[in-house]
């Protein structure tokens, strides 16, 4: 019986030195010939693109699978009522314009020789009508006219003098140009029109679909024809760069890791040629082991996510493939 529990007891010894000295390995970390090594995954960012905004598809002009450039035409809107829209747009400035430069500009010389003109005639009635009430109140006594007539001509008269005054105020206006209100409120107006007419403007331009960025196109959700608004996804682009690796470092080895630390970075598939890289960002929040290494004696160990940056990554790096990181030994990163 005693032989049996020693038996037991030695067994469970050996597991557990196993245990302690695979864990490291088990999380992604090991140490080879005096090099720190990390697993990690290939992460690549993908992008939605779409139109920003509503219309027809008239072209598609890449398919999945192609390779396309930064600002790269991907696909055309029909632009004929963009195009209509814009130019409404801007005959809508044109005419703001051209208002705020009569305002500016104010009245023209004939119009003020007309008003004056104007004017002189109304004083010339003006003084025939004060000489025809004079006239009129000088034979009322007589009875040669009727009192009816006196009152008519005092009306006629009254009245004279009115246009003339008017006539001498519209005169004044032109002479004086224009209220500065009718300026600003005129300037106001041809703002409004010239942001309404660069967002026509801008429309238009969106009806080409441009690639952000080099990439390789994963999807083509879309085909010619579609009506589709700016919430809908036309392509997926996979960006070229930047190509990052996610790792994780446990808490007790974290001092080994720094941003900026150069490392290398090997595939399964060409583990002769490695990319370099360096450590840009350590996560300041621990988290416990995600999944993707996950082993039942580690549920509860916490673990840094670290993000390294490619410098000069290869075709044969793709999104979410297995990747080694090796970091320099302390000497070697202390030089």
Same mark, same amino acid.
């Given at each position: ?10 067994? =469970? ?275 416990? =082991? ?46």
């Amino acid at each position: 019986m005693r032989r049996v529990a020693l038996i037991l007891l030695l067994l =469970t010894a050996a597991i557990a030195a196993g245990w302690w000295f695979d864990a490291p390995e088990r999380l992604g970390w090991m140490e080879t010939n005096q090099h720190q090594i990390l697993y990690g995954n290939v992460d690549i960012r993908q992008v939605s693109l779409g139109f920003r905004v509503s219309g027809r598809i008239a072209e598609l002009l890449v398919d999945e699978g192609d390779a396309v450039k930064a600002g790269d035409v991907l696909a055309r809107l029909d632009a004929e009522p963009l195009k209509q829209a814009l130019d409404a747009a801007k005959a809508e400035a044109d005419a703001h314009r051209a208002a705020l430069a009569k305002l500016k500009t104010g009245a023209r010389k004939g119009e003020i020789a007309q008003a004056q003109a104007t004017y002189e005639e109304r004083l010339a009635e003006l003084e025939h009508a004060k000489l025809a009430h004079e006239r009129a109140e000088r034979l009322r006594p007589a009875g040669t006219i009727s009192q009816a007539e006196l009152d008519q001509a005092s009306a006629t008269r009254t009245a004279a003098v009115a246009r003339a005054a008017s006539a001498r105020e519209a005169l004044a206006l032109l002479e004086e140009g224009s209220r500065p209100e009718d300026i600003t409120a005129a300037e106001a107006q041809l703002a409004a029109a010239e942001a309404k007419a660069a967002s026509a403007r801008i429309a238009f331009e969106d009806a080409a679909l441009l690639a952000p960025s080099d990439g390789i196109v994963l999807s083509r959700v879309r085909e010619t024809g579609a009506i589709v608004s700016p919430a809908d996804t036309v392509y997926v682009l996979s960006l070229t760069k930047p190509v990052w690796v996610r790792a994780y470092v446990p808490e007790t080895d974290l001092g080994r890791v720094h941003p900026g630390m150069e490392v290398a970075v090997t595939s399964d598939t060409s583990p002769e040629r490695p990319y370099r890289g360096t450590v840009g960002f350590i996560s300041p929040v621990a988290e416990f =082991t995600p999944k993707s290494v996950e082993t039942p004696e580690l549920r509860t160990d916490l673990v840094y996510r670290l993000r390294i940056v490619v410098n000069e990554p290869g075709p044969d790096l793709r999104q979410g493939m297995p990747v080694t990181i090796h970091l320099q030994p302390k000497e070697e990163a202390s030089r």
